[in-house]
């Protein structure tokens, strides 16, 4: 009889991209490390976090993309109970490059044209050095 039990992975359950049907928001950094949620994650994310807003260092004014601060969004994650994804966005603050994170708003067909500030420029930035400026819509 074996007294051991075999572990059988993260009861977490870590997901992919794969396992999302329609993505809605991404979080990303400047490495191109995303977490990706989709419209009902996206709504939790952002009911549990107070939409961001304690992490936000700029925003578009006309969607949900943004520019999040690394340190402030670790301590909004770690105020917060646990939703989906929230395992990954920790480690996403942990691992980032810079002491900003990104959110890209795919749900939404906005150009961020009234978004001119320093923070607009950067989100820029890092998305087109990631994915071209094709990606920018
Ligand atoms: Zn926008």
Not at 80 to 89: K, N, Q, T
Request: proline share 6%; with cysteine.
């Amino acid at each position: 009889m074996r007294a051991t039990v075999v572990p059988h992975g993260r009861l977490t359950g870590r997901r992919y991209g794969a396992t999302v049907t329609t993505p809605d928001l991404v979080l990303f950094d400047a490495d191109g490390t995303e977490v990706v949620f989709d419209a009902s994650e996206a709504r939790d994310l952002l009911t549990l976090t107070g939409g961001l807003e304690s992490a936000t260092v700029s925003a578009c004014p006309q969607c949900r993309s943004r520019v999040l601060a690394v340190v402030a969004l670790a301590d909004m994650l770690a105020d917060a109970p646990p939703f989906a994804r929230s395992v990954d966005l920790v480690e996403l603050a942990d691992d980032a490059p810079t002491l900003h994170v990104y959110v890209r708003d795919v749900g939404t067909q906005c150009a961020h044209r009234e978004w001119r500030d320093p923070g607009a420029e950067e989100w820029t930035d890092v998305v087109v050095e990631l994915a071209g400026p094709s990606i920018l819509r």
